[in-house]
């Protein structure tokens, strides 16, 4: 149940019946402090500014109107016209018990819809670096939690497959095949054999010749070419599948769909978007010019979509892969988690999607962008020689460093089980320190932050959930054993319950928003939420009933962070 919600819907009807116009927005939040309440209505206020009414006055008027039945025990008006909300404490333990008992934890599903996910899209014949990293990790957690919700996800890897590059690409391939007749191992290392394509065909002309006739073979079907494409496309998906399995992430080879996959939509595309009188020739390339931009001289942009060679472009793709998600997937909403560089040419793809009337109205299609890697010097990450850093090795550094952490921590246990904590910290952590910040904002990468078990840190979230758990592991019970209710005595423990139904609205958010520090701010407030009830309200010496209705309230908590950090795609350790 989604409490923010519920009261939001009750005040809305209130407000009407108090007399503000239909739609008027109560702006139900959580509060920030206990002292006014567990939830506050804010938009009271505005809309008696806009009536006329002094805003106290017509704060009464919506109470008396307002009828929350038994959820709230207390409602008062603060300061200049908020309305403060105290939930009802026996209502409150009464959802605790039935979250207890449900393996969602008493979050509803949502009505089903179909959300196409683009994220990930690495490059063929290039190393997934970490660039890459934030679009596969952000984008992963918004898939879980949207599955979780109850939707159909389709995860659409929109590698790059397709481009000139690929006739260079074959023909080396071609040379090392007849060369050494073993491909896997030169591919091992990608960027140089990428880098080494790049050489001979800016340097041997014969070379040169051979790929540009590879480009030409390539595109019209031609099956020699079309093998060696695929082998190139399968060395790197496989390099690719050990990152994303490494980084337990969710996506799998089936859900490859690359640019190439467009390749037979594009001459219709541009012959439709002519015939529709979008697109206009200039400079013997096919042009649509749009209004909603503007050039340097304010005049409308062109945005090519066809070449003079006849060539399409990552434009035209995104226009037909937008128009072929809604048509094949039925798609209600597409997400694309791509960094913000690439902003102003998705709006260029989607306008003229609009304009061409592929997609309805109702079908959102949105960029949910994010900043750039940056190192702790402020500048673009790069490895101390100034490279890109390898997606590979920085997953093997951050585990070297968290077994530095743990034999220092625990060197009482055997070697296996450091090793399995140390890799489950380590990738918590590269994924925590970028899921917890605002993912719009440049991130700066750095080391000592994110394995830190002070602050809002996938250690210290691990940390706090082995510690409920062994809480739970002293006290010797079962849940089953825990037969008398939950009750709430105190401040603490209300807020601790409050902050645990809140659960709902954390995953609704990250799923509606696409912003997962949402879910890592919420953890780490229910975590101190539980300290400073662990602090204040004994458990393992409390008197029986008591007793019972703590360990409950520090199971929930167990369990909330683990199906949050899950819902991150991050591992919880029995202990660490
Ligand atoms: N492969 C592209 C890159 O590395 C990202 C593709 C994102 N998805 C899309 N539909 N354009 O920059």
């Keep these: 149940m989604n409490i923010q919600a519920l009261i939001n819907d009750k005040v809305s009807l209130a407000l009407e019946a108090a007399g503000a116009p239909a739609g008027s927005p109560a702006a139900v939040r959580q509060s920030a402090k206990a002292q006014f309440g567990d939830y506050q209505a804010n938009g009271v206020m505005g809309v008696a500014k806009k009536l006329g009414a002094n805003p106290r006055e017509f704060a009464q008027k919506v109470i008396d109107q307002l009828d929350l039945g038994d959820i709230a025990e207390k409602v008062e008006i603060a300061g200049p016209g908020f309305i403060n909300i105290f939930l009802n404490k026996t209502w409150l333990a009464e959802r605790a018990e039935a979250a207890l008992t449900d393996a969602r934890l008493g979050v509803a599903t949502q009505e089903k819809q179909n959300i196409v996910v683009d994220y990930s899209a690495p490059n063929v014949a290039k190393e997934m670096h970490v660039g890459h990293l934030r679009s596969t990790i952000i984008g992963d957690a918004v898939v879980r939690t949207l599955e979780f919700?109850?939707?159909?996800?389709?995860?659409?890897?929109?590698?790059?497959?397709?481009?000139?590059?690929?006739?260079?690409?074959?023909?080396?391939?071609?040379?090392?095949?007849?060369?050494?007749?073993?491909?896997?191992?030169?591919?091992?290392?990608?960027?140089?054999?990428?880098?080494?394509?790049?050489?001979?065909?800016?340097?041997?002309?014969?070379?040169?010749?051979?790929?540009?006739?590879?480009?030409?073979?390539?595109?019209s079907g031609d099956q020699y070419c079309a093998d060696m494409w695929k082998k190139l496309v399968d060395v790197t998906m496989e390099q690719n599948q050990y990152n994303y399995d490494r980084l337990n992430v969710s996506l799998t080879r089936d859900n490859v769909m690359g640019e190439s996959m467009y390749n037979d939509m594009l001459a219709g595309i541009v012959a439709d978007l002519k015939a529709k009188g979008l697109a206009v020739e200039d400079d013997g390339a096919q042009?649509?010019?749009?209004?909603?931009?503007?050039?340097?001289?304010?005049?409308?942009?062109?945005?090519?979509?066809?070449?003079?060679?006849?060539?399409?472009l990552y434009t035209t793709t995104d226009i037909a892969c937008a128009k072929y998600r809604y048509e094949?997937?039925?798609?209600?909403?597409?997400?694309?988690?791509?960094?913000?560089?690439?902003?102003?040419?998705?709006?260029?793809?989607?306008?003229?999607?609009?304009?061409?009337?592929y997609i309805p109205d109702d079908v959102s299609l949105e960029h949910h962008a994010f900043g750039m890697m940056l190192g702790k010097d402020g500048r673009p990450f790069k490895t101390r020689s100034g490279g890109t850093v390898r997606l590979a090795d920085l997953l093997d550094e951050a585990e070297s460093r968290a077994k530095v952490l743990i034999e220092e921590k625990n060197p009482e246990l055997d070697a296996a089980e450091k090793t399995k904590i140390a890799s489950t910290v380590a990738m918590a952590a590269v994924k925590y320190a970028d899921l917890s910040k605002h993912r719009t904002t440049d991130y700066v990468f750095d080391w000592e932050n994110m394995l830190a078990f002070e602050g809002n840190t996938a250690p210290y979230m691990q940390y706090a959930y082995t510690r409920v758990i062994s809480v739970f592991k002293r006290a010797g019970l079962n849940e089953s054993e825990l037969t008398h209710p939950v009750v709430i005595n105190g401040e603490k423990e209300q807020v601790l319950l409050s902050k645990l139904l809140q659960f709902e609205e954390a995953v609704e958010t990250v799923a509606r928003e696409g912003h997962p520090h949402v879910m890592c701010s919420y953890l780490f407030e229910l975590a101190g939420n539980f300290s400073s009830f662990y602090e204040a309200c004994p458990i393992l010496n409390a008197d029986e009933p008591v007793k019972h209705s703590r360990l409950k309230l520090a199971l929930l908590t167990a369990k909330t962070i683990k199906q949050g950090l899950d819902l991150l795609g991050i591992d919880t350790l029995e202990r660490m």
């Design 328 to 357: 094949h997937f039925n798609a209600n909403r597409v997400l694309y988690f791509i960094d913000s560089r690439q902003h102003q040419h998705l709006m260029q793809a989607w306008t003229i999607v609009r304009k061409a009337g």
């Design 287 to 312: 042009v649509v010019f749009l209004d909603e931009f503007k050039n340097k001289d304010g005049e409308p942009m062109g945005v090519i979509i066809q070449k003079r060679d006849g060539g399409f």
């Design 149 to 219: 919700l109850g939707h159909n996800v389709i995860r659409a890897n929109h590698i790059g497959d397709w481009g000139t590059q690929f006739g260079m690409l074959i023909a080396n391939l071609e040379r090392v095949q007849q060369e050494s007749g073993e491909i896997s191992m030169e591919l091992a290392d990608l960027e140089a054999f990428y880098r080494e394509s790049k050489k001979l065909y800016d340097e041997d002309e014969a070379f040169a010749e051979r790929a540009r006739n590879y480009v030409v073979k390539l595109q």
